[in-house]
């Protein structure tokens, strides 16, 4: 069965970076888009990022563009979302899913499986 089990969320100051992990299985990773999304209590869940399947193009969300970068490898079925200059309204728990098709359009409802989540905080 699908999964994807994401890691490396943690508490990071402003101005500072981290970088999560989404390790997936259970389907071939390399015909699939991938996307970010994340969840605040005040928000709700909001799409992040994207990337098409074999990595060629990426998309951002405006409010994370230019200081996020999605990156996957096909190779260890893993995609990746460096996260700098991170600012306090970044804190939420960021989910990593699979998308329906090879290319992504940065729609939420694109995606068929999500993870579990791991938590950002971003706090002085």
């Known amino acids: 069965q699908v999964q994807l089990v994401e890691s490396g969320g943690d508490l990071a100051q402003p101005g500072g970076s981290l970088r999560l992990s989404c390790a997936a299985s259970g389907f071939t990773f390399s015909n699939y888009a991938m996307s970010w999304a994340r969840h605040t209590p005040g928000k709700g869940l909001e799409w992040v990022s994207g990337i098409y399947s074999d990595g060629s193009d990426t998309l951002y969300a405006d409010s994370v563009k230019g200081r996020f970068t999605i990156s996957r490898d096909n190779a260890k079925n893993t995609v990746y979302l460096q996260m700098n200059s991170l600012k306090p309204e970044d804190t939420a728990l960021y989910y990593c899913?699979?998308?329906?098709?090879?290319?992504?359009?940065?729609?939420?409802?694109?995606?068929?499986?999500w993870g579990q989540g791991t938590q950002v905080t971003v706090s002085s």
């Open positions: 899913a699979k998308v329906r098709g090879p290319i992504a359009t940065g729609k939420l409802d694109e995606s068929d499986y």
